[in-house]
C-alpha cells in the first residue's frame, strides 16, 4: 500500500465554544448559547495564541520535516488556526468536509445535563449502544466519522505517497485516526477516549517505519505551547460531547 512519510493532525486552538461550553457546564445550563453555527464559530484570543505558538514550532522544524502540504477542516476554527500556524510559509493548504467535526444533531448546542433533561431516551440510547455506535437523530455516530476519514485517508496516500501531510481537525477526528492508521479495536479506541482529552492546538504524528507503515510518533503533544509561551487550555476548559 502506498504511504505517507509523515502525518500530523494539529486540533484547532480554543474556540469561544470551548469556553462558553465551559461556563454552561459549570453552572448546570442545558444550553451552551452560542450565537453561531458551529461550523462558524471563531477562535477565543487563547486560542489565536496558541495557533501562533504552533506556527513557531512549524518554523522552527528542520526543513526536511516540514509539512509538504496541509488539508484543514472548512469550520472556521480549523481555518484559522490553519491560517495562524502556516503564515508566511508557502505550505499548500486546501479545505476537506471530511475533516468537520461530528455532526450533534437534534442535541447540538446542548450540555450534557440539558441531554439528560431533554433527551431521556436518547441519553439511555447512548449508554446501551455505546460512544462508538450511537448516532443521534440528524447527527453522525463515531463510525460514521470513521468512514469519512477512512477515505480522506485514502486519497491522502494514493495522492502524496512518501510527502508529509499536516491535517488541522477536531478531537474526535484525533482519536479516530489512531483507530484508523493503528488498527485499534473499539475497546481500545474507547479506552482512549476515557484516558485522555484532545488539548487545543495539541499535535498527534505518526511517521513511516522500515517497512513503510506509518508508527505513532507522539499523542495529544502540547509541549510546543509551553516552549513557545503560550497559555495550554487547562484540561477542564476543554468541552467534550455533552453525551
Same mark, same amino acid.
Given at each position: ?10 486540533? !484547532? ?9 465551559? =461556563? ?15 461550523? /462558524? ?17 512549524? *518554523? ?7 509539512? /509538504?502540504? *496541509?488539508?484543514? #477542516?472548512? +469550520? ?39 441531554? =439528560? ?15 462508538? +455506535? +450511537? ?5 453522525? *455516530? ?5 468512514? =469519512? ?5 485514502? /486519497?491522502?496516500?494514493?495522492? !502524496?505517497?512518501?510527502? =508529509? ?13 489512531? +483507530? ?15 484516558? !485522555? ?9 505518526? #511517521? ?30 476543554? !468541552? *467534550?460531547?455533552?453525551?
Amino acid at each position: 500500500m502506498a504511504e505517507l512519510s509523515t502525518l500530523w493532525i494539529i486540533r !484547532h486552538g480554543e474556540s469561544t465554544a470551548n469556553v462558553a461550553a465551559t =461556563r454552561a457546564e459549570a453552572t448546570g445550563s442545558e444550553v451552551i448559547g452560542l450565537s453561531h453555527r458551529d461550523a /462558524d464559530v471563531p477562535l477565543s484570543p487563547t486560542g489565536e495564541e496558541q495557533a501562533r505558538a504552533t506556527g513557531r514550532w512549524l *518554523a522552527g522544524l528542520p526543513e526536511d520535516r516540514r509539512p /509538504d502540504v *496541509a488539508v484543514v #477542516s472548512p +469550520y472556521l476554527r480549523a481555518v484559522s488556526t490553519a491560517e495562524l500556524a502556516l503564515h508566511g510559509t508557502g505550505v499548500p493548504v486546501s479545505r476537506d468536509e471530511r475533516l468537520r467535526d461530528r455532526e450533534l444533531g437534534i442535541l447540538d448546542g446542548l450540555t450534557g445535563h440539558g441531554v =439528560r433533561n431533554r433527551f431521556p431516551d436518547e441519553a439511555e440510547r447512548r449508554d446501551r449502544l455505546g460512544k462508538f +455506535y +450511537y448516532r443521534p437523530p440528524g447527527g453522525e *455516530a463515531w463510525t460514521d466519522v470513521a468512514l =469519512r476519514l477512512r477515505t480522506l485517508l485514502g /486519497d491522502l496516500r494514493r495522492d !502524496h505517497e512518501g510527502r =508529509r501531510v499536516l491535517l488541522f481537525g477536531h478531537d474526535a477526528l484525533v482519536f479516530l485516526l489512531r +483507530y484508523l492508521v493503528e488498527g485499534l479495536t473499539e475497546p481500545e479506541l474507547m479506552a482512549l477516549t476515557r484516558e !485522555h482529552v484532545i488539548a487545543n492546538c495539541s499535535i498527534t504524528d505518526w #511517521s513511516a517505519d522500515d517497512q513503510g507503515r506509518l508508527t505513532l510518533g507522539g499523542f495529544n503533544e502540547i509541549g510546543h505551547l509551553h516552549r513557545q509561551g503560550a497559555e495550554p487550555t487547562r484540561e477542564d476548559e476543554i !468541552h *467534550a460531547e455533552p453525551v
